[in-house]
T-cell receptor, first 110, second 114 residues
Framework: DAKTTQPNSMESNEEEPVHLPCNHSTISGTDYIHWYRQLPSQGPEYVIH???SNVNNRMASLAIAEDRKSSTLILHRATLRDAAVYYCILRDVDDYKLSFGAGTTVTVRA | DTGVSQDPRHKITKRGQNVTFRCDPISEHNRLYWYRQTLGQGPEFLTY????????KSRLLSDRFSAERPKGSFSTLEIQRTEQGDSAMYLCASSPRAGNYGYTFGSGTRLTVV
């Protein structure tokens, strides 16, 4: 399985942007970069995914480095409800499994 | 459709008892997955169904575990002769027929074996 590296934890202030880094130096050409988040006592929630180009949706933006060896999930204005564990996952286009690591625990201060 | 439903949300059982969990996926999703998550860890893949066919089982799924998806709709996960090490959150997810889509997860069933 392709591996990702994320910081264990990050803190942010409410209404400020949050930039969550993810390194994936061994990414292959057919690996998509997926982000999920998991709020306390809930199942993971899909956030966003991309292949090469930056992606935006109502929840977040995904910025992908030109060499694809790293990416950054951007929460534009953090709210207290964004406090969660964020997982960066590589998933091959033909694979159906998600391989979760330990993720980044995001704390949002009021 | 209200998403992926799992029942029960919590289950406490004595060691050695059998337990069964149910998952109702999003109706138009033909792919269904079970994951297990222990405290402080990310979810781990257990098994995958495409329609009613179970196409992959993880090594984590010992002989005491069995999963079914009759008629390609809801799924059940049964654990026989439960052990304390089975205590975990059991998560179900579903995804559409094909393509690189995100999964939709349920809220999980938290199992505690005492």
């Amino acid at each position: 399985d392709a591996k990702t590296t994320q910081p264990n934890s990050m803190e942010s202030n409410e209404e400020e942007p949050v930039h969550l880094p993810c390194n994936h130096s061994t990414i292959s050409g057919t690996d998509y970069i997926h982000w999920y988040r998991q709020l306390p006592s809930q199942g993971p929630e899909y956030v966003i995914h991309g292949l090469t180009s930056n992606v935006n949706n109502r929840m977040a933006s995904l910025a992908i480095a030109e060499d694809r060896k790293s990416s950054t999930l951007i929460l534009h204005r953090a709210t207290l409800r964004d406090a969660a564990v964020y997982y960066c996952i590589l998933r091959d286009v033909d694979d159906y499994k998600l391989s979760f690591g330990a993720g980044t625990t995001v704390t949002v201060r009021a | 459709d209200t998403g992926v439903s799992q029942d029960p949300r919590h289950k406490i059982t004595k060691r050695g008892q059998n337990v069964t969990f149910r998952c109702d996926p999003i109706s138009e999703h033909n792919r269904l997955y079970w994951y297990r998550q222990t405290l402080g860890q990310g979810p781990e893949f257990l098994t995958y169904f495409q329609n009613e066919a179970q196409l992959e089982k993880s090594r984590l799924l010992s002989d005491r575990f069995s999963a079914e998806r009759p008629k390609g709709s809801f799924s059940t996960l049964e654990i026989q002769r439960t052990e304390q090490g089975d205590s975990a959150m059991y998560l179900c997810a579903s995804s559409p027929r094909a393509g690189n889509y995100g999964y939709t997860f349920g809220s999980g069933t938290r199992l505690t074996v005492v």
